[in-house]
């Protein structure tokens, strides 16, 4: 029997929407449904399982942790790709990644769902409401409005027609944003800062590498309008932390919306849970019905593929 562990599946819903049960007694599955920290206590932890189940990036398998890990076998991400994961470290001790298809509709979706939120004040507004308080907020329309896409990929694309749908104009940067590439996708390419200064509504759709840690730092932020609004989906350490809550307690910008962060789960203490005039999510970007039931259901695929010795969406 094949030891299988889900990682930080907080919902607890890996073991009923995956359909483990087509692989009987060959796998004996172990759900953790709340974050392990620290190597050495992910070691311990880990130790049994020849297959393991990563959520995103949610969990770091540096090259140290896999070194500690003699019985595993397989590593299955939800995704196409994971950095947190050191793929060169699997390979070097026989390990195979596998991963999912992703979709782009529910990360999509939140992003102007915290969009409108934060710009219309809709958390502040249904908090007074239930105070017995009364409209003390105005907030922009949409239609006249300028937003700003920091990447155009599948997902910074897919914003465009809602954007237009809405009345917006849409300009977007990334470092080999090609003016073709943007009027193809029905944008207008802009410079960097040139993004930061125009726009009305900051959204970033970037890739998280070392080139991108830190890529919206005290420069951009000083650069947007007092009036402008940043909305973040992609990954936490894309922006500068301590320059975003500067500026919002600063009323540099008019506000965030936020669904990813440099350390997840969110610490209890941690000043962006006070920082005034934003929007926090706890990453449920992909965390939606179709998206789990789409990847649980491969999941269970990519097992199964594994234990007959004919593994698929392998990760190279």
Known sequence: MVKVALLDDFQDVGRTLGPWQRLGEAVAVTTFTEAIKGVDELARALEPFEVIVAMRERTAFPRELIARLPKLRLIVTTGTSNAAIDRDALRDH????????????????????????????VVAEDRAIR???????????????????????????????????????????????????????????ADKRELFE?????????????????????????????????????????????????????????????????????????PLRSAPRTVLTPHIGYVSIGTYESWWEQIVEDVEGFLAGTPIRVIS
């Open 198 to 270: 125009r726009a009305d509504f900051v959204s970033i759709h970037y890739r998280l590498s070392d080139r991108s840690r830190g890529l919206v730092s005290t420069a951009e932020l000083a650069a947007m309008k007092p009036t402008a609004y940043l909305v973040n989906t992609s990954r936490g350490p894309i922006v500068d932390t301590d320059a975003l809550l500067a500026a919002l307690r600063e009323g540099r910008i008019a506000g965030a919306g936020l669904d990813v962060y440099d350390e997840e789960p969110l610490p209890a203490d941690h």
């Open 94 to 121: 026989g390990i195979t990644l596998c991963g999912t298809t992703i979709g782009l509709a529910a990360t999509l979706q939140l992003a102007w769902a915290l969009l409108l939120a934060v710009s219309r004040h």
């Open 131 to 189: 105070e017995g308080r009364w409209q003390h907020t105005i907030g922009p329309e949409l239609d006249g409005r300028t937003l700003g896409l920091v990447g155009l990929g599948r997902i910074g694309s897919a914003m465009v027609p809602i954007a237009r749908a809405f009345g917006m104009d849409v300009i977007a940067w990334s470092e080999h944003l090609t003016d073709v590439r943007a009027r193809e996708a029905g944008a207008v390419r």
